[in-house]
């Protein structure tokens, strides 16, 4: 009877252990485990950049940004090749295939902010986000042509300044530390170069002119203020580019003479440059973006930087030398999300990122003193001779939409007709094509003829790009017509 009452009890004790089992397992699952955490998609914002995208340190910013940023942003980087840049960007925009945040070249920002294409930035900026940058940045980014709005902020420039290769001027007979400051002096000695090399392919000077945007335009027309030259009168709102006559037949000469590299209106920038780290270019025009890529051919003479030499002795100081604000970096206003398309804006705006180019070279930031602080210069000999002077400053802004109104301009849409027939007439006088004088007073003349018609139109009016006061050694002082006709109307 016991052994039975046994069997009873136990069975009865494996049944409750059973059901204490069955029906305490799944109040373990639903309450002590966590749920499964479903993945947040990324926010992916497509940019584009003119340059930078290349260099290791940056590509390991921004994967380092899209790794560790908290908004679960993810940036894409738009690979466009640089000699086609704007011509792609155009494309890309008005067909609305255009990056989220992309650098835009300074004189299509008139443009862009008219066509619609840029978002005004003035809500996401607060006071400290605009102290940052210095007043003339402040004032260019707030320029009337802009509608009154904030579409960018520049954070750095670039500067112009005259290379030359120390020992072919000791090969010359030439005083290396004293290089020439006139276009005279200039002639002279790529001259005694060219002679002094004679037989080992050695020239005085080199034009590349096969990249005839930068390079025109940098060794023309931007170091040409430094002698008080500059295509576009601020005084009086007309163009006249009978100022170059004294630089382009410099070149002329040199060119007669022997002392130029030869096929100078097909040579790149990228081949002259190898060509000055190669020791066979005596002295050629650079900016401070040029420096990286020159270093990556490791030049193997001594070399010196100088800042562009004057028309003459009687020019020097006649101007301060143009300084460039680098492509500045916009939001699209079709971006599918604003507010990561603007955090993106303001990562490469930031003093880390910035510091990054400043420290591999890229740029000449101007924001938060970052070329002031010690132990941030990159590691490179002659970049500091780059760094802007108190010689230097940006200028205000010159017409750059007046050629959407040239009868011969095919396609209304933005692209750079305004500065394609200036180049073009350029390399014709240099190739001989067209006369020095009669080539400028034409192209001087379709210039002020395209300013009349644009003059007719709604979106340009000629009084913000006149300023009667205009001092070119102070650019930035002066105030436009326009702003001294508001304020005598209030």
């Known amino acids: 009877m016991k052994r039975f009452l046994f069997y009873i009890l136990a069975l009865l004790l494996c049944g409750a252990a059973a059901y204490a089992i069955a029906y ?73 295939q255009g990056p989220d945040v992309f650098s835009v070249d300074n004189a299509w920002l008139a443009t862009y902010v008219n066509k619609g294409y840029l978002a005004n930035l003035s809500d996401e900026l607060n006071t ?7 007043e003339w940045a402040r004032n260019y980014a707030h320029s009337s042509l802009f509608r009154g709005g904030i579409y960018f902020m520049p954070s750095s420039i670039d500067t112009v300044r005259l290379l030359y290769n120390k020992q072919l001027f000791r090969d010359a007979g030439l005083d290396p530390e004293r290089p020439p400051l006139t276009f005279g002096a ?30 025109l335009q940098t060794g023309l027309e931007i170091s040409n203020t430094s002698s008080g030259y500059y295509l576009y009168n601020y005084q009086t709102g007309r163009y006249e580019l009978s100022v170059y006559r004294f630089w382009l037949q410099m070149v002329l000469d040199m060119k007669r003479e022997g002392s130029l590299y030869p096929g100078e209106g097909l040579l790149k920038r990228d081949s002259a440059l190898r060509q000055f780290a190669d020791g066979n270019i ?25 800042m ?55 740029a000449l930031p101007v924001v938060d003193g970052i070329l002031e602080v010690p132990g941030l210069a990159p590691g490179l000999g002659h970049f500091k001779e780059f760094y802007p002077t108190a010689a230097e400053s940006i200028y205000p802004l010159s017409p750059q939409i007046m050629d959407q109104y040239d009868p011969s301009t095919v396609s209304m849409e933005p692209r750079d007709s305004g500065d394609r027939p200036r180049m073009q007439l350029y390399l014709q006088i240099l190739s001989g094509e067209r006369p020095l004088d009669e080539g400028l007073r034409s192209e001087t003349e379709r210039l002020n003829q395209m300013l009349d018609i644009a003059d007719t139109g709604y979106s340009f009016q000629r009084e913000e790009y006149i300023y009667p006061d205009f001092d070119p050694h102070n650019p930035l002082k002066a105030e436009s017509l326009e702003s001294q006709l508001s304020k005598g109307q209030e």
Do not use: C
Not at 32 to 37: G, I, N, R
Not at 61 to 71: E, F, M, V
Not at 128 to 134: E, I, K, V
Not at 190 to 210: D, T, W
């Open 308 to 362: 562009p030499p004057v028309a003459d002795s009687s020019k020097r100081g006649g101007g301060a030398l143009m300084m460039i604000p680098h492509s500045p970096l916009v939001v699209n206003s079709s971006a599918p999300s604003r507010e990561a398309a603007v955090k993106v804006w303001k990562f490469l705006q930031s003093k880390d990122f910035l510091t990054i180019l400043f420290q591999q070279a890229l």
């Open 24 to 96: 305490d397992r799944p109040l373990l699952v639903d309450f002590s485990s966590s749920p499964t955490e479903v993945p947040v998609p990324p926010t992916r914002v497509k940019i584009a950049l003119y340059d930078w995208t290349e260099n290791l340190e940056v590509k390991n910013a921004i994967s380092q940004y899209n790794k560790t940023n908290p908004d679960h942003i993810e940036i894409t980087v738009m690979d466009i090749a640089a000699d086609v840049y704007e011509d792609t960007l155009n494309m890309l925009m008005t067909s609305g």
């Open 282 to 306: 005596g002295m050629m025009y650079a900016t401070s973006k040029d420096y990286v890529k020159l270093q990556e051919y490791m030049p193997k003479d001594d070399w010196g930087v100088t």
């Open 128 to 134: 400290a986000d605009l102290s940052r940058f210095p």
């Open 186 to 215: 200039v002639k002279e000695a790529a001259a005694r170069i060219s002679q002094a090399g004679e037989g080992v392919n050695k020239y005085g000077f080199a034009l590349p002119a096969g990249d005839s945007q930068d390079s």
